[in-house]
């Protein structure tokens, strides 16, 4: 899976092989997979490409590249390039060795074309394709006119590139080139002012000291080849922004270097910043409303208690008041006070959890582990022993959301799942947890159990403050669990199905890419 969130088909797999666009005779590029911008301007492109996948097969080719090679598109696309192009050797292993690499593969007879691949041309964004430039070298002088010419080219693809790119010679964190795109987005006319500036603010937002943070940022990308990350960058005015960089390493002959491809998610992350001011006021009104509601109801539902307890005590002061005290009843009448006063305390102390609950910040966290971790603590602290499946999907991009309250969301609902099958005392109890995207931008996680299920009578009230079923229960997890999850722009419901078993399934958003 790309790491962008795979926008291009891999070639061989999901797609029927009538659909491939790849091995289409008829258009110069992929019509489907490839980002919108992307596929204009490779199809509009003038230059010889030719774009390649990583077992170096042919995805498409270009007009001019067609020309050069003086062949039909079926000859070239869905080959593998040293099919196409048998008479260069030196193809084979430079491609094997370093595929992420500049390199050119000039032909043993009289040189007639010279194939420069684009190390992770920055429009893929994908380090797993290339495109490869054609050099029609029989126009001019082999060798290094060739090359330079070709170094020409590719400068200028960098330069004109849509992406804002730059380029670092480490150890060095001085930039040596940047694409006018980059000198835009820093507000800088020439490479010489961008070069000038500090580009970043001196702290990132986990306070961490931009200089120290870029180093290490630039040391992983050094060491795994390429390192995706986000990052607050500080234009020419001062203004700072966030935006996404990618850094990836790329070997020439000569050197060294790290290309940076940076993207602008200002917009983005106001976005995300609107999405979560609705879900906060849509929240609080929620919880104003349960509030209030819960209010009225939590002074009748206190009285129970506070009756109770005072019925008690009376009882045992009569009793103690008897001419034959009997301490063992006397000791049970005031145990069953004591109960109810822990009952009437606990509460009290989830109604204030439910109006102290503010949002306390969030952070993008893989839900899948945290439902894993969550699910292994839980089931260690218990005694009681239930067999359990993990359905996880693993290509599920991270969620942004408050992991405490997300936690103690899912924690209630595990909780109650093992009290009801508890009580049931079934055969084979099971629970059931499945982790997957959901509709547009959500994740969903299923909670399902195959204890005694919901009466249909109860469904519609399971959601109220204090209503429950059980002897010490307080009747207010479903309540603050949902609150929880809306605070978070998702939500919590019951499924209405009407086997065995309760399932309660919960969304959250996905973090914006
Ligand atoms: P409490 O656990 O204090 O009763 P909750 O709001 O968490 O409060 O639950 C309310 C009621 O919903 C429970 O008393 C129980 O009747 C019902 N319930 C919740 N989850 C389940 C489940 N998995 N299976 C059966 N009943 C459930």
Redesign the pocket.
């Known amino acids: 899976m790309l790491a962008n969130g795979g926008w291009i088909d891999p070639p061989n797999q999901g797609v029927p092989e009538a659909e491939k666009p790849i091995m289409s005779s008829h258009s110069s590029a992929p019509s489907r997979g490839f980002p919108a911008d992307f596929q204009a301007w490779f199809e509009h492109a003038q230059d010889p490409f030719l774009l390649l996948d990583s077992d170096c097969v042919v995805l498409a080719a270009t007009e001019a590249a067609l020309r050069i090679v003086r062949t039909l598109r079926e000859e070239v696309v869905g080959k593998r390039i040293f099919d196409v192009f048998p008479d260069a050797p030196n193809l084979r292993a430079s491609l094997d060795r370093k595929r992420h690499s500049a390199e050119s593969g000039p032909m043993p007879d009289s040189g007639r074309y010279l194939l420069w691949i684009n190390p992770a041309d920055a429009r893929l964004r994908d380090p797993d394709h290339f495109i490869a430039v054609i050099d029609d070298s029989s126009q001019t002088q082999p060798g290094e006119h060739a090359l330079e010419e070709s170094e020409q080219k590719y400068r200028a693809l960098f330069e004109n590139s849509r992406e804002a790119l730059m380029v670092y010679s480490p150890p060095s964190r001085q930039v040596t080139s940047a694409s006018r795109i980059a000198l835009q987005m820093f507000g800088a006319n020439t490479l010489d002012a961008l070069s000038s500036l500090g580009l970043s603010p001196q702290f990132q937002p986990d306070g961490a000291l931009s200089a120290e943070k870029e180093k290490e940022m630039m040391d992983i990308a050094m060491r795994q080849g390429h390192h995706r990350f986000e990052w607050m960058h500080q234009r020419a005015d001062g203004t700072i922004f966030p935006a996404e960089v990618r850094l990836t390493r790329i070997e020439s002959a000569a050197q060294v270097f790290i290309q940076a491809s940076l993207r602008d998610i200002s917009a983005p992350k106001r976005m995300e910043q609107k999405f979560r001011d609705q879900a906060r006021k849509k929240h609080s009104l929620n919880r104003h409303q349960v509030a209030a509601r819960t209010a009225s109801l939590f002074a009748h539902e206190l009285n129970q208690p506070l009756m109770a307890i005072s019925s008690f005590s009376e009882t045992a002061l009569m009793m103690l008041h008897s001419l034959n005290p009997d301490r063992i009843r006397i000791g049970k009448a005031i145990e069953n006070g004591k109960r109810q006063a822990l009952r009437a305390g606990l509460a009290v102390q989830q109604l204030l959890d439910l109006l102290n609950m503010e949002e306390t910040g969030t952070e993008k966290f893989n839900l899948a582990q945290e439902v894993v971790n969550l699910f292994n603590f839980t089931r260690s602290g218990q005694e009681y022993q239930f067999h359990s499946e993990l359905r996880l999907a693993n290509d599920l991009p991270p969620v942004t959301a408050n992991r405490i309250q997300v936690h103690k969301a899912i924690q ?2 595990l909780n ?2 093992i ?2 099958m508890e009580a049931d005392g079934g055969l084979f109890p099971t629970i059931i947890v499945t982790v997957k995207a959901h509709e547009e931008g959500m994740a969903m996680i299923s909670i399902q ?1 195959n ?4 009466p249909l009578e ?1 469904r519609d009230h ?1 959601f109220e403050p204090f ?4 002897a010490n ?7 603050i669990s949902r609150s929880l999850i809306e605070v978070n722009g998702g939500f919590l419901w019951l499924d209405h199905q009407e086997n065995r078993g ?1 399932t ?1 399934h919960l969304t959250l958003p996905l973090a914006y890419e």
């Open positions: 209630n609902l109650n799942s009290e009801a159990d204890g005694p299920g919901i109860n399971l209503f429950t079923t059980k229960g307080v009747g207010m997890g479903l309540v309760a309660f």
